[in-house]
């Protein structure tokens, strides 16, 4: 296993709900700017497959969480995080993320977390599922917790997550307020790092989603790439092949912007505007962009066993277990839970 430099460098963390394999819109909305945050070399970084979080949702029926667990931590190698520079790890193997949301659970309003907005909102829309449940409820104390373990600088998240991340320090705020160590704040409050998340639509032109049945997967090979670029709804006004169309009206168009040359978008503005191209032609040259990034993900997964990423995943349980036991040693030392000789 290859050694990981431990070093002073500010850390960063993030993680993802394991929901099976993942589509281009997770990659390029999350995994895609971790490589990239990785690969500059100046944080030390920590990303994990949030299970725990799973169970939040779906208790009832656990059977896809073990598997989904190992799917999307190969995806994590496959999109290029190394572990010799990162620490991959599974929240449920870190044992301090049981033990951090109790402390944090005891000090946090309830009022904070019924105001969450994706609480609510996710009620509302998964009416199969009974989430009237202490576990639903406190999982943004779950997630506060998976953060603080580490006491990172940075956590990037997109927009949708930054209610979080503000609620992570709300916690931490109050955490500090309490409980002190030496004077110092034990938990420090850590800063969103946006996600910058570009316009990913699916093929029938809404975001790409799993519930849309909408996605190209990254895992999908080139032909089923091919074949879905071919099938996707174009700018309404070019129904005949001599009317002009608009890339900034056409969900090709927006791919485009995100995988194709400078050198290619400007042959899809041109063609496209004059009715130069036929649809047919510029969905091929989005294909070709698309499996440009899509081949070397692929071949990289194709290269892990399941032993090896067990493996990975048992040293970064390691690393992270070392990381995160140093914060609930401050913890538990501020919260005056330290063990104490009994007295006769
Ligand atoms: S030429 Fe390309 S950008 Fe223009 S409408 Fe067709 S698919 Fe969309």
């Known amino acids: 296993m290859p050694e990981q430099k431990q070093d002073t460098k500010p850390r960063v963390l993030s993680g993802m709900r394991p929901t099976g394999k993942l589509h281009l819109g997770n990659y390029m909305g999350a995994l895609a700017n971790w ?8 944080y030390e970084c920590y990303f994990f497959v949030a299970d725990l979080h799973a169970l939040t949702t779906d208790y009832a029926d ?24 990162t620490s ?18 005891m000090i946090t309003p309830l009022g904070w977390l019924e105001r969450v907005p994706t609480y609510k909102e996710m009620i509302e829309n998964l009416t199969n599922r009974d989430l009237a449940n202490f576990g639903f409820l406190g999982y943004p104390v779950l997630m506060a917790s998976d953060i603080l373990l580490y006491q990172p ?59 849309y049945g909408n996605t190209i997967m990254i895992t999908d090979p080139e032909a089923e790439v091919r074949k879905k670029l071919k099938g996707m709804v174009t700018d309404p006004a070019r129904v005949r092949r001599t009317d002009p169309g608009d890339p900034d009206k056409c969900p090709v168009g927006d791919l485009h912007k995100v995988f194709s040359s400078a050198e290619t978008l400007a042959k899809v503005y041109e063609g496209c505007r004059t009715a130069g191209i036929g649809c047919i032609e510029c969905k091929g040259w989005a294909a070709d962009a ?3 990034v899509l081949n070397p993900i692929q071949e990289r ?14 040293d970064g349980n390691t690393r ?20 104490m000789p009994v007295r006769g």
């Open 35 to 42: 490589v990239k945050l990785q690969d500059t070399g100046l």
């Open 290 to 292: 698309l499996v440009q």
């Open 301 to 314: 997964r194709a290269s892990f066993t399941s032993k090896q990423v067990e493996e990975i995943l048992q």
């Open 62 to 85: 656990t059977s896809g969480i073990e598997p989904n667990t190992l799917e999307v931590a190969l995806d994590f190698l496959s999109a290029g995080l190394d572990p010799a520079l």
């Open 153 to 211: 600088k940075f956590v990037p998240v997109g927009q949708d997550q930054q209610a979080h991340v503000e609620l992570t320090r709300e916690i931490a705020r109050r955490f500090n307020h309490f409980y002190r160590l030496e004077d110092k704040d034990v938990l420090p409050e850590p800063q969103v790092l946006l996600t910058p998340s570009p316009k990913l639509p699916g093929t029938d032109g809404r975001k790409m989603s799993k519930s």
């Open 88 to 105: 991959i790890f599974v929240q449920s193997k870190v044992k301090q993320h049981f033990e951090l949301p109790m402390y944090l659970g």
């Open 320 to 339: 992270a277990a070392a990381r995160a036991e140093q914060t609930m040693e401050e913890v538990r030392a501020a919260m005056k839970l330290v063990p």
